[in-house]
């Protein structure tokens, strides 16, 4: 899509207020963050210590907390700190972006919390696995401020309002092929002042699919054998591979770059002992994103005429097992 005509050169500010400055004045921005767990929490503590205004939004008892105590931090990359944090149950001022960090499975009624009237010309930015979630949130929100986003990290959410980040590195891909430039360069430097190293990526598609690649097979094993990647690596390697090989192929016929070799060997530099957000999400007995991973692989595949044994057989076999 093109920019409007009388899209600004510069993208818009905010004051404490939150109101928006025409002049483009400053670099502080406003920033809302829907979701504030691992990724959520730790992108709003770091914000807010860089100086921009961060707006939590979140069920009653979260808000309470952050209000409270703010956003506690423990990272060996960023330090141990605390950061304030505002917190509310839903988004009530225009700001200049909105980070999406809940999971595919709790969006629909997250997005509750933000109304599209409120967000108006704010970008929403969804930090989501799989690659269907951007055509849906252009439906519901104006489709050039909609910035898929792409983050590696390892955080958790340990309680409300405590966070802690175990992987030595934050990298974030900022994409959004109908959205003006100049707004997602603002946000990233934003995010790359805060801390993650932030870049604006050119293709939303190999952006989405890059992480597709990667993310689903490291998934759906892990969670189906129930064992670390380590184990996973080593027993079961061949259908590790294959499941590479198709997703790779997946992602091609989709119009992305893929590399199985590459993504093989960024498994085999893992420690051990890694595991998947889906495994863990098992492991606790929560809603699991198969959908959004393993049926949006299969979704894919079927519109590309790209056979995936491997993949359907163990997107069936997680779905017996009640998942």
């Known amino acids: 899509m093109a920019n409007k005509p009388n899209e600004p ?21 406003t920033v809302a963050v829907l979701g ?11 914000l807010s210590r860089a100086g921009h205004r961060v ?50 499975t709790a969006l629909d009624s997250a997005l509750t919390r933000v109304p599209p009237t409120a967000l108006g010309d704010g970008l929403l930015v969804p930090f989501l696995n799989g690659v269907e979630h951007p055509a849906t949130l252009r439906e519901r929100y104006r489709p050039d401020r909609v910035a898929p986003a792409v983050i590696r990290v390892e955080s958790t959410r340990l309680s409300p309002g405590v966070i802690e980040h175990g992987s030595p590195f934050a990298e974030i891909d900022l994409a959004g092929d109908p ?65 590479l090989e198709e997703t790779a192929a997946v992602s091609r016929a989709c119009g992305a770059p893929a590399d199985p070799a590459r993504a093989l060997a960024r498994y085999d530099a893992f420690p051990p002992g890694t595991k998947s957000s889906m495994q863990r999400d098992a492991e606790a007995e929560r809603p699991l994103e198969l959908d959004a991973i393993g049926g949006a692989l299969l979704r894919a595949a079927e519109r590309h005429g790209v056979p995936v044994p491997v993949t359907a057989r163990l997107v069936r076999e997680l779905r017996e097992a009640g998942h």
């Open 9 to 29: 050169n510069q993208p818009n500010k905010t004051d404490a207020s939150g109101t928006a400055d025409a002049n483009g004045a400053g670099d502080r921005l």
């Open 36 to 46: 504030p767990g691992g990724v959520g929490g730790l992108l709003a503590a770091l």
């Open 55 to 104: 707006i939590c939004l979140a069920g009653d008892d979260t808000v309470r907390a952050l209000r409270d105590t703010g956003i506690r931090v423990r990272s060996g990359q960023f330090g141990d700190f605390t950061a304030p944090v505002e917190a509310d149950t839903e988004l009530r001022a225009p700001v200049d972006a909105c980070l999406v960090t809940v999971k595919q």
């Open 179 to 243: 959205v003006p430039r100049p707004r997602l360069d603002a946000l990233a430097a934003a995010l790359a002042g805060a801390g993650p190293a932030t870049r604006v990526v050119e293709d939303e598609t190999s952006a989405l699919w890059a992480k597709m690649s990667f993310l689903a097979p490291f998934a759906l094993l892990t969670t189906r054998h129930g064992l670390p990647l380590g184990d996973v690596r080593t027993n079961h390697r061949a259908e590790l591979t294959a499941l």
